[in-house]
């Protein structure tokens, strides 16, 4: 569907892009994960149109968009902003792309109707958008983007400004609003979670060149580095040869290939106490310190020789100081790529 290949893109002396390549499939959901100045918003924005000064190239449909202008590229386009029409109603705002392509007053109706019945706003075509909730005005923006029927979705961290609940809950709406829509769509945000759950495969970028392209379990289980791994949230990354809890970590475990000097540990994998019913390596622990996360407790432990690891709890009882045996599932050892 989408093709990128070789694209670079500088501003002055600050290298935005790096010989980039990226494929989209037909009803893929790329998302491009990473950190604020990795590149991510600049490709897009290639992608797009909105930028011209680059090298290599973007082809949809085996068409070279080089030279086609923005409003000629047939995409549907949705910003954290959302940039609606403060003094339209709903329904206008929805049907703004409609009336430039000069469709019968009929047919845009019909079309309004469609769009707000697909993103759950049934009902609201009357409304100011300025008396609309954050989660409300960013379905419009989404209705907005997909009445033109687009040939291809952007979508540039279009969750960024809604608070963590409603963000979590919009991502699986707007995953299955795409989908039904049998849209193709790049994705930008730096929220793995959000990532997780709206992507087909994620690619996730560091200082304009691509770190990893995978599917979100393979993402998750076997991050391409060091890293890819810690923008993740992973910060239990060994080496084998560390100490004696590592080395025998190292013997029993076939999860990671015998060229790879360095690991992670999975901290839903790390249990405290009783020993869990699957192979697992043990040792004794200092709890260091305990951050209440809501659905879980963050266990940050001390392990002999200098060893630092960090698990999940539901214990209530657990406070800094206690001593603990720690027990490491095997499976829960991952590899990097």
Known sequence: MLTISGVSCAFGDVTALDNLNLRVEPDEIVCLLGPSGCGKTTLLRIVAGLITDFRGSVYIAGEDLRAV?????????????????????????????????????????????????????EGF???????????????VALARSLAP?????????????????????LALELRSIIKSAGLSAIYVTHDHREAYAIADRIAVMDDGAMAQLAEPMRLYHHPANETVA??????????FDENEFTAELRGASERVPAADDRFLIHPEGVHLGK????????????????????????????LPEGMRLTCKSADANLAAGNRVSVHVALDAIGHFG
């Open 230 to 239: 810690r923008f993740l949230g992973f910060s239990n990354i060994f080496r």
């Open 69 to 121: 202008p923005v409003h000629e590229r047939g995409f549907g386009l949705m910003f954290q902003d959302y940039a609606l029409f403060p003094h339209l109603t709903v329904s206008d705002n929805i049907a703004y792309g409609l009336r430039r392509r000069r469709l019968s007053k009929s047919a845009i109706a019909e079309r309004v109707g469609q769009m707000l019945l697909r993103v759950g706003l």
């Open 125 to 139: 075509g009357d409304r100011d958008v300025s008396t609309l909730s954050g989660g409300e005005q960013q379905r």
């Open 149 to 169: 029927n687009p040939r291809f979705l952007m979508l540039d961290e279009p969750l960024g400004s809604l608070d963590a609940l409603l963000r979590d809950q």
């Open 275 to 302: 020993c869990p019913d699957r192979p697992a390596i043990s040792t004794e622990g200092v709890v260091e310190s305990v951050v209440f996360r809501g659905d879980h407790r963050e266990i940050h432990l001390a």
